[in-house]
């Protein structure tokens, strides 16, 4: 059954990529990249990566189709010229990288051989110690956090910086109380119902997933995408000066900083108590105890980074289109 | 059992990403990914019906709250661009 | 015993849910204008989503399987028709039109 | 037929690959060119994970009763890259949405007319 879901998703993914490639208008490719964010993601669960479908469920789906869609409101819809000449050249060099690719696969263990090399190293070491060292069930949380936590921290500075980038190249505006994105959907009642029903039960579970991923899929970087993606869910219906009231830019700006403040506060702690930089055996009175407290810490911190930068982006995309609509008016 | 019933989802998933292809208007892709979208979810619930666990639902929950905010997101903006359009024609 | 007629009515449960999700992507596939098209999906969706984790539901080992099992039904038969509404709408508001027979 | 079945994966991650890598190159519209980006990314991320797979495993969460997983370090490592990709893609449309503001355009071709008269 792994092998028919396998197959058939992969071809899915195929159509779709070369439906990307042929078409012109752009909306319908950004419909498509969301069904192709959909379909990989059931290919990442029918594959045992539960904590990476999860991710890529809140993300491509929401985040990035809504990121998508707002540039495509403050630019145009149809991609206006065609490929410069014929397109000999590229399909060219595309072939021939393609070729050698395939050419290298050849060498590669066969899908889902238990002897492949990448079983036999540094990932069992995890699968059999983790479950003493670190004392929690989802393998995948205790490495993020603990065994490979300074990468982590890196990528949640990655995911900070990116943040600030997007807030200086749009920026918020100043006067923001006298704009308004104009008509939002709040005129349609089953909407307001159904919407203002959803977004609590989203933030309960964006918790949920947060202080639930050591015992199952989830952990700081899904519950901060799908919490912000109840505020993004709020916005859309309610408007986005409304929700500018319950949640200010500058609040954000202080939780964006605080969550990757708050991670590395976590390494420097390990180190004021006599261990290494992230090192998190000596937090509490015994090993596994330090480690618990200390991953629960640190995926604290991912999960405020993460929420306020997503929301953050939004908001900056959304005030854009609001200007826009404002000078358009 | 549970076989045939991922087969049949899995058909109506390629013939949901056919009419996403072919168009012709925007609503209908709209419309092909919705469905889409659904049936996601209910591919992952069978899943982890087969593999037995229950934190594999969590996946499909995600599935069944994101996938709202998508369809609901497309029809804001486009609204948001066909407007836009109308003013610049006239 | 209970186990059997368990199996068998999450047997139908699974095989109905299947049937209509595939006559409602043939709908979907086959119909000749959006409102048609929409039609055939918003009317299968939501059943054959109730009857697939309805089967599921029955097979469930677990309560916590029940419990969020049940979490997706009801959000499911939420949030299908609802944005199958709203899409409707916004296709009248953007200019899109039934086709209409002869009218004989 | 075993080496088709074993090798099926990263044939079709070879293909989307390329197919992301042909959008990039061949195409001037730049937010389509970011989609290219994503689907090139996408196929890195499924390769990961088509490698991670063990036949029979289970997902990396410990159980009672099951010894088997797949291996978790690729997980981590991709689901990571999923978010930092989607912060790098807010980016790059960010900045697409800013030469949209400067030149009126956002084909590549435009810009470049546009730069060469001033």
Redesign the interface.
């Known amino acids: 059954m792994v092998n028919l879901i396998d197959i058939v998703l992969m071809g899915l993914l195929l159509i779709t990529a070369f439906a990307v490639v042929r078409m012109r208008d752009l909306f319908a490719i950004v419909m498509l990249f969301s069904i192709y964010s959909l379909v990989s993601a059931s290919f990442f669960v029918n594959l045992d990566a539960v904590d990476v479908a999860l991710t890529e469920a809140a993300v491509g789906a929401g985040i990035s189709t809504v990121l998508m869609l707002g540039t495509l409101a403050m630019t145009r819809r149809y991609e206006e010229r065609r490929p410069r000449h014929a397109p000999l050249l590229p399909l060219f060099i595309v072939a021939v990288t393609g070729a050698a690719l395939i050419y290298g696969t050849l060498d590669m263990p066969h899908f889902a051989d238990p002897q492949a090399p990448i079983h036999q190293h540094v990932a069992p070491r995890y699968i059999e110690q983790s479950g003493t060292e670190i004392g929690i069930p989802n393998i995948v949380a205790s490495i993020l956090a603990s065994y490979r936590g300074f990468d982590t921290l890196g990528e949640t500075a990655v995911v900070f910086t990116a943040g600030l980038g997007v807030l200086t190249l749009l920026g918020r505006f100043g006067r923001r109380e006298e704009l308004s994105d104009g008509r939002s ?1 709040y005129h ?1 009642m ?2 307001r119902v ?1 919407g203002k ?2 977004v609590p ?1 989203m933030l309960l579970f964006a918790l949920y997933v947060q202080f639930h991923g050591e015992l199952g899929p989830g952990g700081g970087f899904q519950a901060g995408v799908v919490a912000a993606a109840a505020f993004i869910l709020y916005s859309i219906v309610f408007g986005w000066d409304r929700a500018q009231k319950i949640i200010s830019p500058f609040v954000l700006n202080i939780m964006m900083a605080s969550g990757v403040t708050l991670y590395a506060l976590v390494g420097v702690g390990g180190m004021l108590l006599g261990g290494e930089f992230l090192n998190y055996n000596v937090l509490g009175s015994y090993p596994a105890g330090g480690q618990h407290l200390g991953i629960f810490l640190v995926e604290l911190g991912v999960g405020i980074t993460v929420a306020a930068v997503m929301l953050s982006i939004y908001f900056d995309f959304a005030a854009r289109v609001a200007v826009r609509k404002m000078e358009a008016r | ?2 076989i ?2 991922t087969a ?2 899995l ?2 998933m390629t ?2 990403v ?2 996403a292809v072919i168009g012709p ?1 925007l ?2 892709r ?3 990914g ?2 889409f979208g ?2 996601t ?2 591919l992952i ?2 899943m ?2 087969v593999a ?1 666990r ?1 934190d594999m ?2 996946i ?2 995600v599935y ?2 994101i ?2 905010i998508g ?2 997101a497309v ?1 804001r903006y ?2 948001y661009s ?1 407007e836009e359009q109308e003013k610049a024609e006239s | 015993m209970i186990s059997v007629i368990l199996d068998i009515l ?2 139908i449960c ?2 109905g ?3 209509l ?2 006559s ?3 709908g ?2 086959r119909f000749p204008d ?1 409102f048609t ?2 039609h055939a ?1 918003g009317v299968t ?1 939501t059943m ?2 109730v009857l ?2 309805g ?2 539901m029955l ?4 309560w ?2 029940l419990a ?2 049940l ?2 039904l009801l ?2 038969t ?3 028709p ?6 409707a ?3 009248i ?2 200019g ?1 039109r039934p086709t209409l027979g002869s009218g004989d | 037929m075993s080496t088709i079945l074993g090798l099926y994966n990263y044939w079709i991650v070879v293909l989307l690959m390329m197919t992301g890598f042909y959008i990039v190159i061949a195409h001037g519209n730049l937010i389509k060119k970011v989609i290219g980006l994503n689907i090139f990314q996408t196929s890195v991320i499924i390769m990961y994970i088509s490698m991670g797979k063990v036949r029979d495993g289970a997902p990396p969460i410990l159980t009672e009763g099951v010894t088997l997983f797949s291996n978790p370090l690729p997980h981590v490592l991709m689901l990571t890259a999923i978010v930092v990709g989607v912060a790098t893609t807010a980016l790059a449309l960010s900045l697409v949405v800013r030469i949209n503001e400067a030149y009126g355009s956002i084909e590549e071709e435009d810009i470049h007319t546009q730069e060469k008269s001033s």
């Open positions: 959907m349609d089953i909407l159904i029903a959803l039960l | 059992m549970y045939a019933a049949a989802i058909i109506v013939l949901a056919i009419r208007t609503y209908d709209i419309l092909a919705n469905m659904t049936k979810v209910l619930a069978i982890s019906a037995g229950a639902v969590d499909a929950l069944a709250l996938n709202f369809t609901i029809l486009f609204e066909t | 999450s047997w699974l095989m849910g299947s049937f999700g595939i409602g992507a043939v979907l596939f959006f098209r929409i999906s969706d054959c989503t697939i984790i089967g599921l097979q469930a080992e677990s916590q399987m969020k099992l979490m997706i959000l499911l939420y949030t299908s609802t944005s199958a509404h709203s899409l709408k916004s296709a508001r953007g899109l």
